[in-house]
């Protein structure tokens, strides 16, 4: 499991190109048949790509978990919240098998000690996206697919930020303990998101970009308001956001990214609102 340091605002300011990208950027995220698992000290969660071929992949594969985590198991102390961004697959949790489709997600609550993945067809894999967060209480796992999500239509053709917002792992669909999660479609011709920008001091963001063409690119916009720096995002690529960094994207065509959130609360108006003629 590759480990994360946080970085504070003052220095990153300072990095380069190259630094950026090895702080923030998360490249080869799915791999057929391999789990990838990146560390993150901010707020100390799990991103994770996990990419079953012709066998099934654990939770803990090729992990110690004793030495990594300091628990018994992976999720003794910890919830995960997954999204299949490729083919049909299913995740089995302590016996019970949940089915997922494209764009399907699945909530484990903390305690679940065998968490397996499998792809129906290992020539079109199941991509499992997925988030686990420290929790303190055991909720109910929740298969959720995207019709269950709740749906919020923001932006517009003028601004090119029309996007669809499904939310899968929120306070109006589900509980969890401070695990938040869920999808962001741009809509045909539409290339902004998260614009005008916002930062939440008390949250921390990973997003995945993906759904984008191959001689494509999403510039992603992260740094303090007036100190902006970007990130050229290929497809199927994940960046840290830390909680003094305003997170927004710009890309060369329509494209989707998945969103996870985790720190002192699930509150979405607890963020700053930011001018877009004040960011520098």
């Known amino acids: 499991?590759?480990?994360?340091?946080?970085?504070?605002?003052?220095?990153?300011?300072?990095?380069?190109?190259?630094?950026?990208?090895?702080?923030?950027?998360?490249?080869?995220?799915?791999?057929?048949?391999?789990?990838?698992?990146?560390?993150?000290?901010?707020?100390r969660i799990i991103t994770m790509g996990i990419c079953p071929g012709d066998k099934a992949i654990t939770l803990d594969e090729n992990l110690d978990v004793w030495k990594n985590l300091g628990t018994n198991s992976f999720l003794e102390r910890r919830e995960l919240g997954v999204i299949n961004i490729g083919g049909k697959g299913q995740i089995t949790v302590d016996g019970e098998v949940y089915k997922l489709n494209e764009r399907d997600g699945l909530y484990v609550g903390m305690g679940a000690k065998e968490v397996l993945f499998t792809s129906d067809d290992p020539k079109n894999p199941a991509k499992f996206y997925s988030l686990s967060a420290p929790a303190h209480?055991?909720?109910?796992?929740?298969?959720?697919?995207?019709?269950?999500?709740k749906q919020v239509n923001l932006g517009s053709d003028e601004s090119c930020n029309k996007r669809t917002i499904y939310q899968y792992i929120h306070p109006e669909v589900m509980e969890s303990c401070q695990l938040s999660m869920g999808l962001t479609k741009m809509a045909p011709g539409n290339v902004w998101n998260t614009m005008p920008a916002h930062t939440h001091e008390r949250r921390m963001e990973v997003y995945v970009y993906f759904d984008i063409p191959e001689d494509s690119v999403v510039f992603h916009y992260m740094g303090e308001p007036t100190e902006t720096r970007h990130i050229v995002m290929k497809n199927e690529q994940a960046v840290i956001s830390p909680s003094w960094s305003i997170h927004s994207g710009c890309g060369t065509s329509a494209y989707t990214f998945i969103w996870g959130m985790v720190g002192e609360n699930k509150a979405f108006d607890d963020m700053d609102h930011l001018k877009i003629t004040d960011l520098k």
Do not use: C, W
């Open 1 to 43: 499991m590759e480990i994360r340091q946080p970085s504070n605002s003052r220095d990153a300011k300072h990095y380069t190109t190259d630094r950026l990208r090895e702080e923030f950027l998360i490249e080869e995220l799915f791999v057929t048949g391999k789990i990838k698992r990146v560390y993150s000290h901010i707020d």
């Open 137 to 149: 209480k055991t909720y109910k796992n929740v298969h959720i697919d995207i019709t269950n999500a």
